[in-house]
């Protein structure tokens, strides 16, 4: 079993439609990422949360430790939103060590 | 100020041989971890460097190493590769130990194994 499970697996929108991916874990975390990879690979990390609630611009990520459960949303969608979005777990006190989920691919049609 | 910068780009091995990722880190950051991505296992922990110490080790076989040298740089190494080891490799880096220290990725290294 995957420590992290993330949903849904693929998502396709319309552009300006509000999006959600939901991340659910079952360890005990020091903190949350969301990562987010476009095609050619490279990985921009979104968020880092470890409490509470982070906007920037039009993403929102929240998290709730209790329910070990964190969502990522796109308000106003657009193509250019299309990516994969990983959720990673931080485990433990140590630096780098992450448990990933399998990723969301989005895919935002004009 | 430059990103994470992994070399090279893409890399086609040949089964049986060995390889060597680098991964420069951003200027200043002591921390380097390495990840494999495949399509079948999605993204693997490998190791994680600081002050040139291993501190933590995935689940890999002892086929794959890596080190880290006093300006941070940092490779990784795969002997006596095998098909599976078709991956892209990536490296990320921090500026310290602190949890919530942003963490930095590269671009990776694309690895097939022929």
């Known amino acids: 079993k995957n420590e992290v499970e993330q949903s849904p697996q693929n998502l396709t929108a319309q552009e300006g439609e509000f999006i959600t991916i939901n991340c659910s874990y079952s360890?005990?975390?020091?903190?949350l990422h969301w990562l987010q990879q476009h095609p050619g690979g490279g990985i921009v990390s979104l968020f880092m949360?470890?409490?509470g609630k982070k906007k920037h611009g039009r993403l929102i990520a929240t998290i709730n430790i209790q329910e070990k459960h964190s969502s990522l949303h796109i308000t106003a969608s657009h193509p250019r939103d299309s990516a994969v979005y990983i959720c990673?777990?931080?485990?433990?006190?140590?630096?780098?060590?992450?448990?990933f989920g399998r990723g969301t691919q989005l895919t935002v049609w004009p | 100020k430059a990103g994470v910068t992994q070399t090279p780009r893409y890399l086609i091995k040949t089964r049986g041989q060995q390889v060597t990722l680098s991964c420069s880190p951003i200027?200043?950051?002591?921390?380097v971890s390495w990840y494999q991505q495949t399509p079948g296992q999605g993204l693997q922990f490998l190791f994680e460097?600081?002050?040139?110490?291993?501190?933590n080790k995935g689940n890999f076989p002892g086929r794959f190493s890596g080190r880290q040298f006093s300006n941070s740089r940092s490779e990784m190494n795969v002997s006596t590769l095998e098909l599976g080891d078709s991956a892209l490799y990536l490296c990320?880096?921090?500026?310290?130990?602190?949890?919530?220290?942003?963490?930095?990725f590269g671009n990776g290294t694309r690895l097939t194994v022929t």
């Open positions: 990320a880096s921090k500026k310290d130990s602190y949890v919530n220290s942003p963490l930095h």
């Open positions: 360890v005990g975390i020091s903190a």
């Open positions: 949360l470890s409490s």
């Open positions: 990673a777990v931080l485990v433990g006190s140590t630096l780098g060590r992450l448990y």
């Open positions: 200027s200043g950051h002591r921390s």
């Open positions: 460097y600081f002050s040139e110490t291993q501190r």
